[in-house]
């Protein structure tokens, strides 16, 4: 089985300081890990993901995640928030088994932007 | 190129009606996804299709839940005797690969 925990469920920075969104997971098999993110009444866009390569992953709009596999964590960073940053965000975890698989997601941290 | 599409965006519905949600996958992809996502919760897995088939439908919450793929591209899901409790954003997704999942925009299910 497979489960994530992403603590907070509301992170609230100030705009151009760093972004952490905790993500841990547990997975009985290697994993492949997600950060997507929801924008209000939008579907879900995916920001990076980790596919068993670099334990660092750059993705999209200058976030990063690095896999921690002693710590079972997967964070998401960004140096510097911006206001179009604030939206929601999932993580998630899927079988690393090389074929199509179903994704497990944690409960969302919403996060809020100010000036 | 046009990504995943969902029809219909909103439906309402009365206490034990039946509902259709319908999903256009990505041209190609032989990998098709449902999930649900209930107010202020993550996304929680129904049903897969590789194909034609369903892969995995171990997410389906009960028998009143059913969804279909019969040429392998457009999926609809189905939903008898609807409740209160099955309210909630109904989004799809598909994928080629093994490790990316794209995602339609989702239906917006109210049952009153």
């Known amino acids: 089985a497979q489960s994530v925990t992403q603590l907070g469920s509301h992170v609230s920075v100030s705009e151009g300081a760093l972004v952490l969104l905790r993500c841990n997971y547990s997975?009985?098999?290697?994993?492949?890990l997600f950060w997507y993110v929801q924008y209000p009444n939008q579907g879900l866009q995916l920001l990076l993901k980790?596919?068993?390569?670099?334990?660092l992953v750059k993705g999209i709009n200058g976030f990063e995640a690095e896999f921690k596999k002693s710590e079972t964590s997967f964070h998401l960073t960004k140096p510097s928030a911006h206001m179009s940053d604030a939206a929601e965000y999932f993580c998630a975890v899927s079988r690393n088994t090389g074929t199509a698989s179903k994704l497990t997601f944690g409960t969302g941290t919403r996060l809020q932007v100010t000036l | 190129g046009a990504g995943v599409s969902q029809t219909p965006s909103n439906k309402v519905t009365e206490k034990g009606k039946y509902v259709e949600l319908r999903c256009d996958p990505i041209s190609g992809h032989t990998a098709l996804y449902w999930y649900r996502q209930s107010l202020g919760q993550g996304p929680e897995f129904l049903i897969y299709?590789?194909?034609?088939?369903?892969?995995?439908d171990s997410g389906l919450p009960n028998d009143r839940f059913f969804a279909v793929r019969p040429e392998g591209s457009v999926s609809t899901l189905k939903i008898q005797r609807t409740e209160r409790g099955d309210s909630a954003v109904y989004l799809c997704?598909?994928?080629?690969?093994?490790?990316?999942?794209?995602f339609g925009p989702g239906t917006r299910l109210t049952v009153l």
């Open positions: 299709f590789q194909g034609t088939g369903a892969a995995d």
């Open positions: 997975s009985s098999v290697p994993p492949y």
């Open positions: 980790y596919t068993s390569a670099a334990t």
């Open positions: 997704a598909s994928s080629a690969s093994a490790n990316e999942q794209f």
